[in-house]
């Protein structure tokens, strides 16, 4: 069974700083790896989507990574914002059985 | 383009009673997946929907079911409600079944007491 883990658990930095969240993943058999942020109490926004044909996505000030040989993702924030502040989640979609694993999330601070 | 939907927000329940929550997808969407999301255990995977027909099956006991209509709008049924259903219940919609992104709902707030 897949398993997703993120580190950390939780962050904070001050405003302006650049960051990376980390995603591991134990199979590599994935159609997909996406990356979500989810505000307390809410659903979840879906922020960059890499198919495991690609090694990286951009889409703004994130960009995200993916070294499926690793099981690993990684995602880059620049110039971190108050609004930033929120969990970040990743889930691997399997193809034996399509379904998508998800890591426990990264909350993340970022302080004004 | 409309955004995928979830109905009731937010319901209060009590133990042995059974709730319905619906899911209305973005429009073209044909697949969708429900999701539980507690503090404890986090985002897991309750069943996918596609063509109405139920395609994937997580880990939930049988009291957890749902449906797809024609229109790829689905409903999920929880029976004989337990104080651990307590949860935020999320349904996600992709286009077709494999690679495309997901896109999820507000979710439905259930507290059982």
């Known amino acids: 069974k897949q398993e997703v883990t993120q580190i950390p658990a939780a962050l904070s930095v001050p405003e302006g700083e650049n960051l990376v969240l980390n995603c591991s993943f134990t199979?590599?058999?994935?159609?997909?790896l996406q990356w979500f942020r989810q505000d307390p109490g809410k659903g979840l926004t879906s922020l960059l989507l890499?198919?495991?044909?690609?090694r990286e996505q951009t889409s703004g000030r994130l960009n995200a990574s993916l070294d499926k040989s690793s099981g690993r993702s990684t995602l880059y924030i620049a110039a971190s914002q108050p609004g930033d502040s929120a969990t970040y989640l990743c889930?691997?979609?399997?193809?034996?059985?399509?379904?998508?694993?998800f890591g426990t999330g990264t909350s993340l601070t970022v302080i004004p | 383009k409309a955004g995928v939907t979830q109905t009731p927000r937010y319901l209060i329940k009590t133990r042995g009673q059974q709730v319905t929550l619906s899911c209305s997808p973005i429009s073209g969407h044909r697949s969708v997946s429900w999701y539980q999301q507690t503090p404890g255990q986090g985002l897991q995977f309750l069943f996918e929907y596609f063509s109405e027909t139920q395609r994937n099956k997580g880990n939930f006991p049988g009291r957890f079911s749902g449906r797809q209509f024609s229109n790829s709008r689905s409903e999920m049924n929880v029976s004989t409600l337990e104080l651990g259903d307590s949860a935020l219940y999320l349904c996600?919609?992709?286009?077709?079944?494999?690679?495309?992104?997901?896109?999820f709902g507000p979710g439905t707030r259930l507290t059982v007491l």
């Open positions: 199979d590599s058999a994935i159609y997909n």
């Open positions: 996600a919609s992709t286009r077709d079944r494999v690679s495309n992104e997901q896109f």
């Open positions: 890499i198919q495991s044909s690609q």
């Open positions: 889930a691997a979609r399997s193809n034996t059985g399509n379904q998508f694993y």
